[in-house]
């Protein structure tokens, strides 16, 4: 196998990771945004916020806990982990393809 296959592979890899590793810091960022009452008419504060909402669109109201704080840690928390798994798994996989 040549080296720049292998190359191409690890790239690709790459761009995995930090995909999903960027999708978890925007929901983690959210979820602290949130816990700490940030200013949502900033602007930095409200694009976290559609962002995150997007992304964890498929888990909306998934818990629906009394305490707020709660819920947002589940309802946005549980998107980041299964993020980060799915894409450090496919990584793995494109890695490791022959």
């Given amino acids: 196998m040549s080296r720049r296959t292998r190359s191409g592979k690890g790239e690709a890899a790459k761009v995995i990771v930090v995909i999903a590793d960027l999708t978890a810091v925007i929901l983690g ?3 602290l ?5 940030a200013n949502r008419a900033n602007d930095l504060v409200s694009w976290v916020q559609s962002a995150a909402g997007w992304l964890a669109g498929w888990s909306h109201d998934l818990f629906t806990m009394d305490p707020d704080w709660l819920r947002t840690v589940l309802n946005y928390g549980l998107p980041a982990v299964v993020y980060v798994l799915i894409g450090h798994a496919l990584a793995a996989r494109v890695r490791a393809a022959a």
């Avoid at 945004?33 to 009452?37: E, M, N, Q």
């Fill in 29 to 31: 960022l959210w979820i």
């Fill in 33 to 37: 945004f949130a816990l700490l009452d």
